[in-house]
């Protein structure tokens, strides 16, 4: 019997024997942690007695959650981590005006490579996947031993695969592959499981698009996502990977729990409504839901292509007037790259904030929290209850294309008809 | 070790996660206190302060889906609580549990009521509903967890014997 991508990963990093359900200890490349999860971390790396941490170089730390810092307490928080990294001789650290969201620039860094295993201290390490390697959230304490050891103890995990046939519709790309997915599957649909994203429409999607459906892997339970690495990886990786890497690929006969297939030709841009990722439907479905506030950004939509898509839409029109619009580049370079391609003055244009990356809205921390009856359509990942401010707030989860289509209309809104108009 | 943890069982649903558990917006802190007294507050605003020493919470499936955060697990572990009981666990937040010496045990929670008074020898990991005087079978955890949990977390884990033991 073959061995999928994610059992070939981690048997090269263990002494173990990698089947589904065993439990190996493997060796990590990058461990990283924010500013929410890296305190908690060190002192737990400190409380363990440990004096150095494994590698300096496999080691990252990104404040972003509640940076530039919101009050004193963040500011607390970060300095612990700023201060950390100083001690410890930790070269990736990412200071303000230098970084961004972690999960956008990790990828972009060259730090994250095809065949790692990767852990990093906030659920949505599980984006780099999209790059062909093992890339899972953890909490802070196994983060600490991590760093400790150069090693973690993980379950192997059975994969299913997800298999998509077709050609996407213009304006719908990744967000709503992901959100189709997780509609179908449940917020549980892939607990504990490795998600495996094959077929045409994957191949043909830009790097971009496979980061933002490998990211929201962890709304489905999964414990990683991954993409085969093809030439669209190893295109985006030239003159960016900080290291050698080994690409990996699923065998013929590997064997899968279970395999999921869809034609996706007639998929309409996807919304998840309140208050689950899975509580998902058809833009068509949505019209006339009024919103207050509009969010593009995040580690889920805060990417070049992700903003190339707004501007887009945007282009020579005006937010409604009840709306508010906060758009987030990812990291300082999305940053600049939009700034010389005309993206955020378009978005100033419109009608819309612009603000400095950070993760603040989409856990109701700064920069967007949501006031009682509130309702926002965000390209974020969470709309649990208060997940964005008051618990009585609503958020809706859509793309970009959706989101900026929504600013421009004051309600839930498909891109085509925006256009059109 | 060999002790007997009883108290109350505080009843959730479905798919609790991380959010509800403890809110983003009070992550910033190491103060555990702070985070216990805000514990499951969006779900049930006066919950934390009914919590005593001894409780317990039982959930059903997906328990602390979401975000990674171990102030979730904290919050729990500083309110006083037990041990978690649900019929499944999202798996960073089953880690995060063991980690911090707090028990998360998979069992057939439909055999417990609001209010049920329930026992745990944490030795055995054997459990009880002594409101309905019955036992409750528990799945058991792996050699790894178990280990870990017996020394009260990772960390204590750690200092003791210096490396994973396998």
């Known amino acids: 019997m073959g061995k999928t991508i994610i059992e070939k990963i981690l048997q090269a990093h263990t002494k173990d024997e990698v089947k589904p359900d065993r439990l190996i200890e493997a060796d990590i490349d990058l461990a990283f942690a924010n500013d929410i999860t890296a305190p908690l971390a060190i002192e737990d790396f400190k409380l363990m007695g440990a004096k150095k941490v494994f590698d300096p170089e496999k080691v990252a730390l990104i404040p972003d959650h509640f940076t530039p810092n919101k009050d004193i307490k963040s500011a607390e928080q970060a300095k612990l981590v700023k201060e950390f990294a100083k001690e410890y001789g930790i070269k990736h650290y990412f200071e303000v005006g230098r970084g961004g969201i972690e999960h956008v620039l990790l990828h972009e860094e060259g730090l994250t490579l095809p065949g790692d295993v990767i852990i990093g201290a906030d659920s949505h390490s599980c984006t780099y996947g999209a790059l062909g390697c093992f890339a899972t959230g953890v909490g802070s304490t196994d983060l600490a031993a991590a760093w400790a050891l150069g090693k973690l103890w993980f379950k192997v995990p059975r994969t299913m695969k997800f298999i998509y046939h077709g050609k996407l519709k213009r304006w719908v790309g990744g967000k709503d592959i992901i959100l189709f997915t997780i509609g179908q599957i449940g917020v549980d649909g892939a607990l504990y499981r490795a998600m495996e994203f094959s077929g045409d429409v994957i191949r043909e999607l830009p790097m971009d698009d496979r980061f933002t459906i490998c990211n929201m892997v962890i709304e489905a339970g999964g414990k990683c996502g991954v993409i085969e690495p093809d030439e669209k990886t190893i295109e985006y990786l030239n003159g960016r990977a900080k290291r050698n890497y080994r690409i990996f690929k699923s065998d013929p006969d590997a064997e899968y729990e279970k395999i999921y297939e869809w034609d996706l030709s007639e998929l309409e841009p996807q919304v998840a409504m309140p208050h689950s990722p899975a509580n998902v439907k058809g833009v068509s479905q949505l019209r006339g839901v009024k919103v207050d506030q509009v969010v593009i950004g995040s580690c889920t939509n805060g990417r070049l292509r992700d903003l190339a898509i707004a501007a887009e839409i945007l282009k020579g029109k005006k937010v409604h007037p009840d709306v508010r619009v906060i758009i987030f580049p990812g990291t300082q370079r999305v940053y600049k790259e939009a700034l010389k391609l005309g993206y955020i003055e378009t978005f100033i244009e419109s009608g819309a904030a612009v603000s400095t990356p950070t993760c603040g809205p989409c856990l109701g921390g700064h920069m967007g929290v949501l006031a009682k009856g509130e309702t926002c359509i965000s390209t974020t990942n969470r709309n649990f209850i208060g997940r964005m401010g008051h618990k009585d707030s609503y958020v809706y989860l859509a793309s970009p294309a959706v989101a900026a289509a929504s600013a421009i209309a004051g309600e839930i809104a498909s891109p085509e008809e925006v256009m059109k108009g | ?166």
């Open chain 2, 1 to 166: 070790m060999g002790e007997i943890l009883r108290g109350r069982a505080f009843k959730l649903g479905d798919n609790i996660n991380t959010d509800y558990i403890i809110a983003g917006k009070y992550t910033k802190t190491l103060d555990y206190a702070f985070l216990a007294e805000h514990l499951l507050e969006d779900v049930d605003p006066t919950i934390a302060k009914r919590i005593k020493r001894g409780d317990f919470l039982v959930a059903g499936k997906n328990f602390g889906c979401g975000s990674s955060r171990e102030q979730a697990a904290i919050a729990i572990k500083y309110a006083g609580i037990s041990a978690v009981l649900a019929k499944s666990f999202a798996r960073i937040f089953f880690r995060n549990a063991i980690n911090l010496g707090l028990p998360a045990l998979v069992c057939d929670t439909d055999l417990v009521d609001e209010g049920d008074e329930l026992e745990l020898d944490i030795e055995t990991l054997s459990l009880k509903n002594l409101s309905k005087s019955i036992p409750i079978p528990v799945v058991p955890l792996n050699k790894i967890m178990v280990n870990i949990l017996r020394e009260g977390g990772l960390v204590p884990y750690l200092k003791k014997h210096g490396d994973y033991v396998f």
